[in-house]
């Protein structure tokens, strides 16, 4: 915040609001974890908060130029379930995270040795300013918070960029989330609401989580069966270069090479037709549209 006199403080639901005089208003995400501070937490090895409810909230889709880095602003809430954990000591093996539905099954998982991937600058049209690439759990002794974005994972032979795809979308509902560190485990209930100026019944969400689901499990396939048809190349180079020019060898192996190209060729995952499915607004929906409703 700025150095400037405060009029006001309102406490809306999980939130503290901020009134300055002539330097706009200011917000606290999600205070509720100044609410469980205790001394049984301060004595515990490691805490797991109990977090806010959650807004599934679409994320804007303004595709405007980016505000200048020497204009006054702040960031704007995470958008997805807020998780805050406490760590007494630094974790000697590694921190997990695990995220599971109403009916126990593991939508997510997340830990502190997470290879995430890194945006490339050359791959995105903007300063590197604005890419927040996500970071692992931390192992680090102290007061943490990880958010969780609400999506199932994607198949793991498909590759998230900067423009997606994203995983499945969660439907609103109760979940639990589960800490494990230092031999240790603590568990927290949560509840995912839906975006209050949404009115699609419960039974739409659900057909659309289903399909989603099922193109996500299309995507895996057809992206694993690139990733062999790569692997099916750089063999048939590494036979070509072993061939020592015979041409009937050669032949051969051009004509497999060709037949691979032809298959792999195909439109990608993102170039997919639209199946018959349409979004709300009625126009087409695309993989990457569906994986996101």
């Given at each position: ?41 301060s004595a515990a090895d490691l805490w797991l908060f109990k ?14 130029t980016p505000v200048p880095m020497d204009e006054a602003l ?61 970071a692992p759990l931390s192992a680090e002794p102290g007061m ?150």
């Open positions: 915040m700025p150095t400037t006199s405060i009029r006001d403080l309102v406490i809306h639901e999980d939130d503290l609001v901020v009134a300055t005089h002539g330097r706009s208003f200011w917000i606290l995400d999600d205070a509720s974890p100044l609410r469980q501070v205790s001394a049984q937490m977090p806010a409810r959650a807004y599934r909230v679409r994320p804007a889709s303004d595709q405007g702040a960031e704007n809430p995470p958008d997805g379930a807020v998780i805050d954990y406490w760590l007494k000591e630094k974790a000697k093996g590694r921190v997990e995270l695990e995220i599971f539905d109403s009916e126990g099954a593991l939508v997510r998982r997340f830990s502190s040795d997470d290879l995430l991937p890194k945006t490339n600058a050359k791959d995105v049209p903007i300063a590197m300013e604005w890419v927040h690439d996500p943490h918070r990880f958010v969780w974005d609400l999506h199932y994972a994607l198949p793991k032979s498909v590759h998230r960029s900067f423009y997606g795809p994203a995983g499945v979308w969660s439907l609103p509902g109760n979940y639990s989330v589960k800490l494990t560190a230092n031999g240790k485990s603590s568990s927290q209930t949560f509840t995912v609401k839906m975006d209050p100026r949404i009115s699609t019944a419960e039974d739409g969400l659900r057909q659309e989580f289903v399909a989603a689901s099922r193109i996500s499990a299309r995507l895996g396939d057809v992206a694993a069966a690139q990733e062999r048809a790569e692997e099916l190349q750089k063999q048939i180079a590494e036979r070509k270069a072993k061939a020592g020019g015979k041409a009937e060898v050669s032949a051969a192996l051009a004509r497999i090479a060709h037949k691979i190209d032809e298959v792999n060729g195909a439109p990608g995952a993102e170039e997919f037709g639209f199946f018959g499915l349409r979004l709300p607004d009625g126009e087409p929906a695309t993989c990457t549209e569906l994986l996101q409703l």
